[in-house]
Antibody, heavy 114, light 107 residues
Framework: QVQLQESGPRLVKPSETLSLTCTVS????????WNWIRQPAGKALEWIGR???????NYNPSLKSRVTMSVDTSKSQFSLELSSVTAADTAVYYC????????WGQGTLVTVSS | EIVLTQSPATLSLSPGERATLSCRAS??????LAWYQQKPGQAPRLLIY???NRATGIPARFSGSGSGTDFTLTISSLEPEDFAVYYC?????????FGQGTKVDIK
């Protein structure tokens, strides 16, 4: 079991890029899958995508044109960038580990507003 | 995209009662289905994976069953801490998808 912690700006302006980082501790980031999931207030969970420590990625087609994920093994971190954000991207963003999501960060609320 | 439909939307029960939650997939997901519990202000917690396997540390009162398109999460006797929202999720196809959730509240 690892600990995950999201970090990044909590307020992003419309049309700009949302950038979040998840720091992995208590275990190795190597040879595993790392996911981003979001949840608008009062709504269901939405899988954004995942990145493998080798660099391979899988993205949700609904967001694929705007999403980039990467891993920095030297810092035990993986990252999410979501470009051209709108109010519809306002949500709690979670990072999570594995094929199924065994370990989760606490989540960070990102608000898109001018 | 595989759509997961959970029923009922809300389940009102008393402590000690049995809870039965349903998740139906729009196409077969084999046994690649998980269940999560989410309490207000918290991240989800993995309960069941591959349809019927309890995750580490999950009490035996939680059980999962099903395959193909129809799945069930059963809580044999509700404890006060079990009142929460429950989500199913599939990892059979891309994109990974979640159901809309079932809220188990106190009657």
């Amino acid at each position: 079991q690892v600990q995950l912690q999201e970090s990044g700006p909590r307020l992003v302006k419309p049309s700009e890029t949302l950038s979040l980082t998840c720091t992995v501790s208590g275990g190795s980031i190597r040879s595993y899958f790392w996911n981003w999931i979001r949840q608008p207030a009062g709504k269901a969970l939405e899988w954004i995508g995942r990145v493998y420590t080798g660099g391979n990625t899988n993205y949700n087609p609904s967001l694929k044109s705007r999403v980039t994920m990467s891993v920095d093994t030297s810092k035990s971190q993986f990252s999410l960038e979501l470009s051209s954000v709108t109010a519809a991207d306002t949500a709690v963003y979670y990072c999570a580990s594995g094929y199924y999501y065994e370990d989760w960060g606490q989540g960070t609320l990102v608000t898109v507003s001018s | 995209e595989i759509v997961l439909t959970q029923s009922p939307a809300t389940l009102s029960l008393s402590p000690g009662e049995r809870a039965t939650l349903s998740c139906r997939a729009s196409q077969s997901v084999s046994s690649y289905l998980a269940w999560y519990q989410q309490k207000p202000g918290q991240a989800p917690r993995l309960l069941i994976y591959d349809a019927s396997n309890r995750a580490t540390g999950i009490p035996a009162r939680f059980s999962g069953s099903g395959s193909g398109t129809d799945f069930t999460l059963t809580i044999s006797s509700l404890e006060p801490e079990d009142f929460a929202v429950y989500y199913c999720q599939q990892r059979s196809n891309w994109p990974r998808t979640f159901g809309q959730g079932t809220k188990v509240d106190i009657k």
